[in-house]
């Protein structure tokens, strides 16, 4: 018992051993009943972690039980706790890719069982059918690795509606065209909107169009996710009001929240207290974020609005090259230099922005100028650590990826993993329990999915068992593909998914909002 004690006091748990209780809904069907005998159970709600048996029967928690009642359960499967964490599986509010056509085993390898797409005012569809529904519909039937929730997106709406990318101001047809889309998503089972403010077409919308949308999405009682107008340090508390004067009534959730060009844990307690004024004032705001201090996003982001689609951007090198160039250069110049972008996309991929206009014999803003804006993405090296470590903290943000499978970004196949490895049981900067809510019970209340993101009697059997000081997050900006290590179990609506590094099961799930 005193390996048990000594991993509890480094992961900040305190054993309570809880009473027996069941699931009455379903009966104790031995063919499909796992039992984990004398587990950490940490479940997600912030409690202390406490001792305990967990039974799944089906795809449910059937019972927990203090370990001294053990031999009144029995399952076909036993797994031996052996004082490892159980905990739920984690869920990504902000995920990227599409599983119709790529595998999301390195999100399970770092123990991820839910993620959320059609982020930054777009999604993955079928084809050119910008309808979200037939795409639902198509991963209803398809065998998945994972959960999948997902948002209906602000810049496939506008096309579907067919508005051109560069209108600021759509007419009343459009826009109703636009809701009408937006509403058959939502009813279809979409979890809320998604805007991607600093892309096109989203760059070019205004308040009116979006707040038409989230009077939508208010109705059914969803979310608006936002990619934010700017994460420029000084203008990022006029972004937070556009987010949520362009939400209200629904409820507005700020995506991978960082402060770029911000400075210091003063500038971040700063813009907490900031976001905790609106707590009070009655705005459900929350949002998420990630442990790195690059971002990743397509170079677009560093041309000026009048360069960026559907302008003719030949055109305008020829008649404004100069002041493209200018504009560049210093933009990049002020995001750290050519040094602190690394691209991400072939065939520069692995080189930075340096090394790459080097290797054409350019300099760097004349090398941005010919390839132009939509010739890729890469990692930019724009945020304080000691700032981002501040808002990670935050008890009303949670954990988010902002990956999806190929990303040449760390974080797409590490996240969770660093945050257990670092941030528990390296620096104890929060407890498990506190860490675990903030990637499980939290994101699934923001998404509102009754049934997952806890360990208790009924929910659905999302769960990971590891030891929190064997979890490694192996991936590297120079390697950014290697997978995590440490997750011994990753269970799946009730049936393990991976073990032993190696995924074993496909079975995840579509889930619609308002269907448990």
């Known amino acids: 018992m005193s390996r048990r004690l000594t991993r509890r006091q480094l992961i900040g748990g305190a054993a309570a051993a809880g009473g027996l209780a069941s699931w009455p809904g379903r009966a104790m069907a031995a063919a499909e009943s796992i039992l984990f005998r004398e587990v950490l159970l940490v479940d997600g709600t912030g409690a202390p972690p406490r001792l305990a048996d967990v039974l799944v029967t089906g795809d449910r928690i059937a019972r927990i039980a203090p370990p001294a009642t053990r031999t009144r359960l029995s399952a076909t499967r036993v797994i031996a706790g052996e004082g490892r964490v159980l905990a739920p599986g984690f869920i990504d509010t902000h995920s990227h890719g599409d599983p119709l056509e790529q595998s999301y085993e390195s999100f399970l390898a770092m123990g991820v ?44 709406l506008r096309r579907a509606a067919r508005i051109p990318d560069a209108v ?92 770029v060009f911000g400075k210091g844990e003063r500038r971040a307690r700063a813009l907490l207290d900031f976001l905790a004024a609106k707590r009070r004032a009655g705005i459900d705001l929350t ?78 803003p004349d090398f941005l100028i010919k390839i132009g804006p939509e010739a890729g993405s890469g ?74 993101g806890v360990i208790r009697i009924g929910a659905r059997a999302d769960c990971i068992l590891f030891d929190p000081a064997k979890v490694k997050a192996r991936s590297t900006y120079v390697d950014p593909f290697a997978r995590a290590e440490g997750m011994d179990l990753v269970m799946v609506n009730g049936t393990p998914a991976f073990e032993r590094g190696t995924r074993i099961a496909a079975a995840g799930r579509l889930l619609r909002a308002g269907q448990r």
Do not use: C
């Open 287 to 364: 949002a998420d974020a990630y442990p790195y201090t690059a971002g990743y996003t397509g170079i677009a982001i560093l041309f000026p609005e009048w360069a960026l689609p559907p302008t003719d951007y030949a055109a305008i090198v020829a008649a404004r090259r100069q002041e493209l160039r200018d504009h560049l250069e210093k933009r990049m110049i002020r995001r750290g230099g050519p040094e602190a972008l690394l691209l991400g996309t072939a065939p520069y991929a692995g080189k930075t922005l340096a090394e790459a206009a080097r290797d054409a014999g350019l300099p760097f």
């Open 168 to 259: 600021r101001r759509p007419d009343a047809a459009a826009l109703a065209r636009m809701a009408a889309q937006l509403g058959a998503e939502l009813r279809a089972g979409a979890f809320g909107l998604s805007y991607g403010l600093e892309y096109v077409p989203g760059i070019y919308s205004e308040t009116a169009e979006l707040s038409r949308l989230g009077r939508v999405v208010s109705r059914r009682n969803g979310v608006v996710m936002s990619h934010m107008r700017s994460e420029n340090d000084e203008e990022i508390h006029g972004s937070i009001d556009e987010l949520i004067a362009s939400s209200l009534p629904a409820r507005p959730h700020i995506s991978h929240l960082k402060l």
């Open 379 to 452: 990692a930019h090296f724009t945020m304080d650590k000691a700032l981002q470590d501040a808002l990670l903290l935050d008890p009303f943000v949670a954990i988010s990826t902002d990956g999806g499978p190929g990303m040449r970004h760390p974080r797409a196949t590490g996240t969770y993993a660093k945050w257990i490895e670092e941030y528990v049981v390296r620096d104890a900067k929060l407890p498990v329990e506190q860490a675990i809510r903030k990637a499980t019970g939290f994101p699934a209340g923001i998404l509102r999915l009754p049934d997952r």
């Open 113 to 156: 069982t839910t993620i959320t797409l059609g982020q930054d005012g777009s999604g993955p569809r079928i084809g050119k059918d910008l309808d979200l529904r037939p795409w639902l519909n198509a991963v209803d039937r398809a065998r998945l690795d994972v959960n999948v929730a997902t948002l209906s997106s602000h810049g496939t």
